[in-house]
């Protein structure tokens, strides 16, 4: 693994259905985010971890829900999907270590249809 | 509310320079970044600002005027590579990213 995987790169939901995106990084990152990007706006941060234990809510958390147990994994769970998020959903990871940029790093995505 | 601003779209001739604008009103500042986004794939870094005036990074580079809320990126001898989506993002208050919608470069031989 080298940076940051996603799994699965696509999916077809059936609204109702749970479903769980998967994100793993090896980069030692203590923090984590989840966005979504719809076509004509800026990602949206969905939930954020800061570091391992502890979650967040970023500006569009609604439908979803998410897990810290260790350092290199983030999954994200659609408790019952319904059409609006179909999206495309990206983690990414930073080092906020203080006094530097704490750049974030993306995943390669998730596309996600929900009918 | 936040908001940050950008073109939609833009077009430029291969060889030729482009600047994409980006204006933000968010609450606080704590550095601005831009990324580049090829079609189908993930945001990538390309800049970071936090003091005032101009980062250069080979054919690319990045202004900030905090005062103006304005930030620029600067994209120097186009290549057609350079097709893609920038976005321009702000750290607020809350060390949160605050993301503009891209603009979409379309480079014409």
């Known amino acids: 693994i080298a940076g940051i995987t996603q799994a699965p790169t696509s999916q077809i939901l059936a609204a109702g259905r749970r479903m769980t995106l998967r994100c793993t990084q090896d980069m030692r990152h203590n923090a984590m985010y989840w966005y979504r990007q719809d076509l004509g706006l800026g990602l949206r941060l969905i939930h954020y971890s800061n570091t391992a234990g502890t979650t967040g809510k970023g500006e569009v958390p609604d439908g979803y829900s998410v897990s810290r147990a260790n350092t290199d994994d983030f999954p994200l769970t659609l408790a019952s999907a319904v059409p609006s998020q179909t999206s495309v959903y990206f983690c990414a990871s930073s080092d906020v270590s203080g006094g530097g940029t704490d750049t974030q790093y993306f995943g390669p995505g998730t596309r996600l249809t929900v009918l | 509310g936040q908001n940050i601003d950008q073109p939609t779209e833009m077009t430029a001739t291969e060889g030729a320079i482009v600047q994409i604008n980006c204006t933000y009103q968010?609450?606080?500042?704590?550095?601005l970044f831009w990324y580049q986004q090829h079609a189908g794939e993930a945001p990538t870094f390309l800049s970071y600002?936090?003091l005032d005036g101009l980062e250069e990074k080979g054919r690319f580079s990045s202004f900030l005027s905090r005062s103006k809320g304005y930030s620029y990126l600067l994209l120097k001898e186009l290549q057609m590579k350079d097709s893609a989506s920038y976005l321009c993002?702000?750290?607020?208050?809350?060390?949160?990213?605050?993301w503009g919608a891209g603009t979409k470069l379309i480079i014409k031989p």
């Open positions: 993002a702000v750290r607020d208050s809350n060390y949160q990213l605050i």
């Open positions: 600002n936090v």
């Open positions: 968010t609450s606080g500042f704590n550095g």
